[in-house]
């Protein structure tokens, strides 16, 4: 037998190769670049992985100045896992949630103080957050591995297909808690603050008292009325306790507050400008919802009207640096405040603002 | 949990075996080159594959360049915007560890008064955006 040296004879049995090819062998090829492009994906998540572990070990040494190596420690808080409590009989799971959560924010303060004995309050809540955006990090990172391994070990397509589906937006939630580790090391104010921001701009100048668990209210006037204005207290990474310190405003009023208006960061759909200011109905609070809950049983049960007004950005913009879009929509989303209080209330009337968000590098 | 820093690098042997293809690819173009006035046929054969080697060779190196410039997590700077409560006087610097909105600043550069900081963020250059009709 002759080797075919015609070049129309050999492309097309190069043609017939490559068909008999992609007709056994296409969805394993396919699988194959799937699992590829897992892989590269899976080395940046272990870069950005450890060098948040580094960021943060470095952070405890500079600002903890720890008499030991406080790597070991690290370590074992990235490991960390809080079980989320039964909700068969889903009454009463709201308390078992907020107690479940308490526990969990006294340990890891208890141990930020042991790994980091120099920090003060500030340092030590920043500290608290930088630990927790390295904790997310390293639990996407395990999470994507755990499914290219076992892509990998069932040569499943459907198994690596799941996870290469959702790869995009997960990469983009570890790029946002990258940034976000840098952010909480120095204490640079971030995009969810821009509703602690909104408040600590209404009250700078009035005195403040502790409300609640790291939360603290002014007495404002704006518009004639008079504003109980909330935040969390700064300028340390800390969301505080909303919910109970809404509440407990509302019952020393006795329930004579003519409306509730909450301002928070809120995630914008693609195509949104960054910081666009938008008004609505309802509790404007993320979190695992203990303190919707509260501040909706509290509106409930004096029937007093709420308000939102939301300050639009990305999953990115919220962790990261604040922008300077989020910055200047800070004085709209107040404009807007004045307007809903002189439009929805009377004169002389007693009204609750409350804006939530980590307080990072916000001061009152 | 150990720190390994290779994560960010390309393994050698990749490498070499992108650089291997690339040889092999050119040696196959230049040799059909030569052969094309005595075997026509064969020098067409090996010009096909020689560019086709050189195209996905070419192609999973500048690949591997992207991954490695991907891997690096960018710092945006971050201003802190100081105001002068006596003169009210703004000045623009570096943010600094310890800045926070509402801090005591150091003192005014025009009149040694107390400053305030009124301002911490970043600043992000929009990449020139397309004509977007929705």
């Known amino acids: ?364 | 949990m150990q720190n390994q820093s290779q994560t960010a690098k390309v393994p050698g042997r990749v490498l070499i075996v992108i650089f291997v293809a690339i040889i092999l690819s050119l040696t196959a173009i230049m040799l059909a080159t030569i052969i094309i006035d005595v075997y026509p046929d064969i020098a067409w054969i090996l010009l096909i594959f020689g560019a086709i080697g050189a195209i996905m060779s070419g192609y999973t190196l500048l690949q591997l360049r992207q991954r490695v410039l991907r891997t690096k997590i960018e710092t945006p700077p971050i201003t802190t915007t100081l105001e002068c409560k006596a003169c009210g006087t703004k000045s623009v610097r570096e943010f600094q560890r310890g800045d926070y909105i509402f801090k005591e600043g150091e003192p005014c550069q025009k009149c040694k008064g107390k400053t305030l900081i009124t301002a911490i963020y970043r600043e992000v250059k929009e990449k020139d955006k397309e004509l977007f009709p929705f």
């Not at chain 1, 572990?53 to 370590?75: F, L, N, S, Y």
């Not at chain 1, 104010?189 to 821009?194: K, L, N, Q, R, S």
């Not at chain 1, 600590?200 to 006037?221: F, N, Q, S």
Request: with cysteine; charged share 25%; proline share 4%.
């Open chain 1, 1 to 364: 037998m002759q080797f075919p040296t015609d070049i129309q004879t050999i492309l097309s049995m190069l043609f017939y190769v490559v068909f008999a090819i992609f007709l056994f062998y296409g969805q394993r090829i396919q699988m194959y670049i799937m699992i590829r492009e897992v892989q590269g994906s899976l080395y940046r998540l272990k870069y950005i992985r450890d060098e948040g572990r580094k960021i943060t070990i470095e952070t405890i040494k500079e600002i903890g100045k720890p008499q030991v190596d406080p790597t070991a420690r690290v370590d074992r808080f990235l490991e960390y896992f809080t079980i989320s409590p039964q909700n068969l009989d889903p009454a009463g799971v709201v308390w078992k949630l907020e107690h479940i959560l308490d526990v969990r924010d006294t340990r890891l303060k208890d141990e930020v103080k042991t790994m980091a004995p120099a920090a003060d309050e500030t340092q030590a809540n920043n500290l608290e957050n930088t630990l927790e955006a390295g904790m997310a990090l390293n639990y996407i990172y395990k999470v994507i591995r755990h499914f290219y391994l076992l892509g990998k070990k069932t040569l499943s397509l459907y198994v690596i297909m799941q996870i290469q589906m959702i790869l995009p937006l997960v990469m983009r939630e570890a790029e946002a808690y990258a940034s976000a580790l840098k952010a909480f090391a120095y204490g640079q104010p971030i995009g969810d603050g821009a509703g602690a921001l909104v408040a600590a701009k209404l009250t700078y100048g009035y005195e403040k008292r502790k409300i609640a668990k790291d939360c603290v209210v002014a007495t404002v006037p704006i518009e004639g009325r008079t504003a109980f204005v909330i935040k969390a207290e700064g300028p340390g990474g800390n969301v505080g306790k909303p919910g109970d310190a809404i509440k407990t405003v509302i019952d020393e009023n006795e329930g004579k507050i003519a409306s509730v208006i909450m301002i928070d960061a809120a995630m914008k759909l693609e195509g949104e400008p960054v910081g666009e200011v938008s008004e609505g109905i309802g509790a404007a609070i993320g979190g695992p919802g203990v303190d919707q809950f509260k501040i909706e049983e509290s509106l409930v049960k004096y029937r007093i009207p709420i308000n939102a007004v939301i300050i639009k950005e990305d999953v990115g913009d919220a962790v990261s640096p604040m922008r300077k879009e989020i910055f200047d929509s800070v004085d709209k989303a107040i404009e807007r405040i004045k307007q809903v209080a002189l439009e929805r209330t009377k004169e002389g009337d007693k009204i609750v603002i409350a804006g939530i968000g980590n307080t990072i590098g916000i001061g009152q």
